[in-house]
């Protein structure tokens, strides 16, 4: 099989194309990014010279380059976005752009080039919000209610690909995965920032009361999640992939951070709220795996050990990425902290 994936530079997209050649050495893979400041090659380094392994630096907004990549591929996996919410309430355009009119030119070209599967990465913040007291988890029939550009840019690519799927009968699947966290994510997401800051000595910012609950993954589980759709999903369906952890909230992993690496409560610090933050996510999985056989295996508290471990061993990595652009925005979004 002859796989095109988009955004393979990035957090999710670089673990995805580590665990599929170790799992699927037999598949080519062709990864297309544009490496914005999130993608980072070196994430790949160790199969870059892999014979089934091909990069192509693109924008997924480009017609030409898109048609050209999609040539011979059977399957799509469509990871490229933009990301971070705290940017998409900054500059909601790029996430216009990429997230909803770079998906209708890749789903164009898919239906042109007759690819065999589209499976399209998507997150359980189209949803909305839970509140700290519901007793409902999100699942495949909750309504949509996105309250971010970022969160409403990722619908809107949803809708297109449902759309594309009836009108044109473009063979897809969707997954709305829950956070991840582990190696490889871009330190201005919470778990990395927390721990790379750290690291440096720094205070962590914790937005309004720290009261906010995320249902966290693994980034394994969720690539063998994907795995598992590709290979068994039903055409049309979308499945939620959701981790291990119950109503844990910001503060709660902060300290669990604080005490892996042995530091002070006095590191957090409190800072103003993100507009519009989304109070509680918490996902139903239930679907994947009676219909197809997934579950999340990695323990929450064992595997963010892991990843402070990682984060801790791979400091080149991060000092490289928190460079001038970085440093430009941590300072429009957190001022002195
Ligand atoms: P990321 O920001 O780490 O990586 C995004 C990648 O896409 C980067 O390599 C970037 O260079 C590339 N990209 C951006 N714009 C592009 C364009 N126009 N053309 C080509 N490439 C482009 O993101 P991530 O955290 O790895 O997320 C990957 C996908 O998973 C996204 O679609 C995101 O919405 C979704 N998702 C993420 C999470 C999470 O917790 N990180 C949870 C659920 C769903
Ligand atoms: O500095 C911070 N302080 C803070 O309190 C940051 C960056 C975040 N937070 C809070 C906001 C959230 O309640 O931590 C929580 C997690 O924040 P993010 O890491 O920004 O993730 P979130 O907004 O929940 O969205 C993430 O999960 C779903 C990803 O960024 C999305 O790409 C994905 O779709």
Redesign the pocket.
């Known amino acids: 099989m002859k796989l095109l994936v ?10 995805f194309i580590l665990y599929w050649i170790k799992n699927h050495p037999e598949d080519t893979i062709v990864n ?9 090659l070196e994430n790949l380094k160790s199969v870059e010279k892999n014979k089934n392994y091909s990069f192509i630096q ?5 017609p030409k380059a898109v048609d050209k990549a999609m040539e011979n591929i059977n399957a799509v996996v ?7 919410v705290d940017r998409s309430i900054i500059n909601p355009s ?1 996430f216009v ?3 909803v009119l ?1 998906t209708q030119v890749l789903l164009d070209m898919a239906v042109k080039h007759k690819v065999e599967k589209f499976h399209h ?5 189209v949803f909305g919000s839970l509140k700290l007291e519901d007793t409902n988890l999100f699942n495949e029939r909750t309504n949509y209610n996105p309250r971010s550009p ?1 969160s409403a840019s ?1 619908a809107g ?1 949803d809708h297109l690909v449902r759309a594309y799927n009836t009108t044109y009968g473009l063979p897809i699947t969707i ?7 582990g190696p ?3 330190p201005e ?1 919470f778990i990395p920032l927390a721990i790379t800051n750290i690291l440096e000595n720094k205070k962590i910012p914790v937005y309004g009361d720290g009261l906010y609950v995320r249902d966290w ?1 693994y ?1 394994e589980d ?1 690539c063998r999640a994907i795995d598992t759709i590709l290979q068994k999903g039903k055409n049309g369906e979308t499945y939620c992939v959701g981790g291990l952890t119950e109503d844990i909230n910001n503060l709660e992993v902060v300290k669990k951070i604080l005490n892996i690496l042995g530091k002070h409560e006095n590191m957090i610090e409190y800072v103003k709220d993100r507009p519009g933050h989304d109070r509680r996510y918490s996902l139903d999985w239930s679907k994947i795996k009676n219909e197809l056989g997934w579950k999340p295996m990695h323990d929450f508290d064992e595997w963010l050990e892991k990843t402070v471990d990682w984060y801790k061993n791979n400091q080149d990595w991060w000092k490289n990425v928190k460079n001038g652009e970085y440093k430009r925005y941590y300072k429009r979004q957190y001022g002195s902290v």
């Open positions: 988009t955004g393979g530079a990035g957090f999710i997209g670089s673990n297309f990014d544009k490496l914005t400041y999130a993608g980072n693109g924008d997924i907004c480009d469509h990871f490229a976005a933009e990301s971070h790029d752009e990429t997230n770079g990465i998507s997150t359980d913040e970022y990722k690519s997954s709305n995965s829950s956070n991840n966290f490889y994510q871009f997401k993954l980034v969720h």
